[in-house]
């Protein structure tokens, strides 16, 4: 395909000048039993960037990133979930609300949940 190019691998802090240059960006997956059920850190990270991001329908995909993402589960609706995420591009508001929603999901909010679900749990088996 002449509109793609294998750039070889790229340090970890090259990344995000890179995704900066995508106007959409995509999560493609097959649905099995190991990636039914995974995070897509992927997902996390482009949203981050602000970007449009289509990805594969699976539960975590829907339950936590379903507003923010558009989702798709055959070639056609990645066509149209693609035409979706490029009308949207430019779109500053709807960046804003991906930036602000990725970080929430920052390692120390993540952390602070777990904790509370283990003090929850504590106190609960102290009753």
């Not at 507003?67 to 500053?92: F, K, R």
Request: charged letters at 25%.
């Amino acid at each position: 395909m002449e509109n793609v190019h294998f750039l070889g691998r790229k340090a970890t802090y090259e990344v995000p000048a890179y995704i900066s240059a995508f106007d959409v960006c995509i999560n493609p997956q097959l649905v099995n039993d190991v990636t039914i059920g995974n995070y897509p850190l992927k997902a996390d990270e482009y949203l981050a960037l602000g970007k449009p991001v289509v990805a594969t329908v699976t539960h975590t995909m829907q339950d936590v990133f379903g507003d923010y993402t558009h989702l798709a589960t055959d070639c056609d609706g990645y066509i149209s979930a693609m035409n979706e995420a490029v009308a949207e591009a430019g779109n500053e508001r709807l960046r804003a609300e991906r930036m602000a929603f990725a970080r929430t999901h920052s390692w120390e909010n993540s952390v602070k949940k777990i904790y509370k679900i283990i003090e929850d749990y504590e106190s609960r088996k102290e009753q």
